[in-house]
C-alpha cells in the first residue's frame, strides 16, 4: 500500500529541495561545486563564479543541451 510522505504540514518531505538555490556563506570550493555538479549528470562545465549570494554558477551541457547550472550553500545543485 502506497503512503503518502506529504501531510501538507509546515515540515518539508524527505528528498524536497527548494526551488531556486539559497543564498548563504558557501564553504565550497569551486573544485567541490564542479564535482557535485558533475554528480548529478552535468558536463562541459564552465568555470564556475561564485556571485554575491554565495551560489556557484557556470554553463554546463546535460542530455545534449546546454544548461546555466548553480549549486548553493547546501549542495543543492540547479538548472534553467
Known sequence: MAQK????????????????????????TEGQAK???ESQGYSNLSPLAKDEEGVWRGKAMKDGKSVDVSLDYQGNVFAK
Do not use: M
Request: glycine share 18%.
Open 5 to 28: 510522505l506529504d501531510q501538507g504540514g509546515p515540515a518539508a518531505t524527505v528528498g524536497s529541495a527548494p526551488s531556486g538555490p539559497r543564498s548563504g556563506a558557501n564553504s565550497f
Open 35 to 37: 564535482s557535485r555538479i
